[in-house]
């Protein structure tokens, strides 16, 4: 149902336009904002859905002169004879009340957050389905967005799978190891992935400035004894660490950690970067872990004085994620592609018997979170007017 317009009229000395909705309900919307947002086409380019018009073309104290309305427009004059009408869904949507704003939000950042333990139930979906069907690859997206993990199978055992989820979505993320990388013990490796060794618990690449949202791996060959994936969800465990030892979570999500990452692969390389081990955001929520042990640079810029503490609390929240009600442990089989969320997941790996021949290969990409939810937004408008 469309919205339908009550009443409009001009407030605060003509720089505030009140409008009574159909259902009673109220919006105020500020002179200056209506102005910048003016929708017509000298000021807007509705081909690019982009604003023409100019910050510096603009009065921070314009005042409305004349305002009209019916049921689903508003019309206003401004002082140098320019007009601009709004259509009254448009309004609506962008009400400046907190309850619109929230949900206004939601719609468009899809922040459900479903956290999980041990109990975990591996979403799964079947690959090819995702591939050409856009409510099996919504579902896909939605719930790698609110549970962090889903597991793909029916993939071949070949290279290539991942590059065509990359098109599914848009395109990969490329860095230093490449578009797509493999998984696999390697001489003189040049990542402690390309062994045989357990892997602890750690987020990919936080020696970049910007790690990479989502990661994906495809199972190609599995180890008979050994290589199964451990994933933990760190949100959950950031938020028990926080009600368990506030100190401990007040000292990672404050202290800057150096990272770093040296080699050659698709190129050479030398990476460095600062993190906070937990990111929040300015409302204090947990937005993003930053953590990898083999990374960890050995330069640790702080006083003196607080590296004792900062290893404590590191600690504990180690062993957060190493405590069997928080940890998910399963293997992957030929076939298979995880995709999860390597801002939210920590994931490691069990060690595995190095062998005369490859005995467990996975490929593995990235993502952008920016990539992912273009095209989750995409589906989300296609599947709901398909139905």
């Known amino acids: ?17 009140q409008i009574i909705w ?23 380019l509705d081909s690019a859905k982009a604003r023409k018009l100019l910050i510096e073309s603009l009065d921070v104290n314009i005042g409305i002169r004349e305002m009209t309305f019916d049921r689903q427009k508003v019309y206003i004059t401004w002082p140098n004879e320019h007009c601009s009408e709004f259509e ?16 206004l939000q939601r ?26 069907n856009d409510e099996h690859a919504y579902k896909w997206l939605s719930t790698l967005k609110k549970v962090g993990i889903v ?36 001489i003189d490796a040049n990542n402690v992935a ?34 199964d994936t451990e994933i933990v969800d760190g949100f959950n465990v950031c938020q028990k ?26 190129c050479d390389f030398s990476v460095q970067s600062k993190h906070k081990i937990i990111e929040l955001d300015d409302k204090g929520q947990v937005v993003r872990i930053n953590f990898n042990n083999a990374t960890r640079d050995t330069i640790f810029d702080v006083p003196v004085e607080r590296v004792q503490p900062f290893y404590a609390a590191l600690k504990e929240f180690v062993a957060l994620m190493n405590c069997k009600e928080f940890k998910f442990t399963f293997k992957m089989h030929p076939g298979d592609v995880i995709t999860f969320d ?32 273009s095209r989750l937004r995409i589906l989300r408008q296609s599947v709901g007017n398909a139905n």
């Open 1 to 17: 149902m469309r919205c339908a317009i009550q009443r409009a009229v001009v407030l605060d000395g003509a720089h505030l336009m």
């Open 22 to 44: 159909h259902d009673g309900a109220e919006s105020l919307y500020p002179a200056i904002w209506l102005r910048d947002n003016c929708q017509c086409s000298t000021c807007y």
């Open 88 to 103: 009254a869904d448009w309004l609506k949507k962008r009400c400046f009340s907190q309850q619109a704003r929230a949900k």
């Open 107 to 132: 719609e468009l950042f899809l922040p459900e957050c479903q956290y999980w333990g041990s109990e975990l139930q591996l979403p799964n979906l079947d690959f090819e389905d995702v591939l050409t």
């Open 151 to 186: 597991r793909l199978t029916g993939a071949s055992d070949k290279r290539g799978e991942i590059l065509k989820l990359g098109k599914r979505i848009g395109f990969l993320y490329l860095t230093f190891y490449g578009h797509t990388w493999q998984v696999q013990d390697k």
């Open 194 to 227: 390309y062994t045989t060794g357990k892997l602890s618990f750690h987020t990919d690449y936080p020696a970049l400035h910007h790690p990479p949202g989502v990661q994906l791996l495809h199972c190609m060959k599995q180890t008979v004894t050994g290589g």
């Open 241 to 266: 660490l926080q009600e368990r030892n506030p100190q401990a979570f007040r000292i990672l999500s404050s202290t800057f950690v150096d990272f770093t990452d040296l080699g050659v692969d698709y």
């Open 342 to 373: 390597n801002w939210r997941l920590l994931h490691g790996r069990r060690s595995y018997e190095a062998g005369t021949e490859i005995s467990r290969l996975l490929e593995g990409a990235y993502a952008d979170w920016d990539v992912v939810m």
